[in-house]
């Protein structure tokens, strides 16, 4: 299992690149993504600005889903009940994501 660049993570000045530590001046920033380029296949401006703020929130994501996961009541197995629908699919991106 590998593990992600530690969080937070920060859109920089340019709205289209996200680094960890972009706000420590004291540290070097780590790049975590760039979502435009110049080739054709760059999305349209808003949409790699959203891309961008959708990847920098990914840390903060996944440790809202591992609290869901472990504030969420367990039930057998078979409940189909809102929680452990919620619960499961929580479970399950988080397995996702360690893979
Ligand atoms: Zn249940």
Avoid: Q
Avoid at 9 to 17: E, L, P, R, V
Avoid at 29 to 54: G, W, Y
């Amino acid at each position: 299992m590998s593990h992600h660049t530690p969080g937070p993570w920060y859109i920089a000045a340019d709205g289209y690149s996200v680094y960890n530590d972009y706000s420590d001046l004291d540290k070097r920033p780590t790049a975590i993504a760039v979502t435009t380029d110049s080739t054709p296949f760059a999305p349209p401006d808003d949409e790699a600005k959203a891309n961008a703020k959708l990847i920098a929130a990914a840390p903060e994501l996944l440790a809202d889903l591992h609290m869901v996961v472990a504030n969420l009541p367990v039930h057998e197995a078979t409940c189909t009940c809102r929680s452990c629908c919620v619960r499961a699919a929580a479970e399950l991106t988080i397995r996702r994501l360690d893979t």
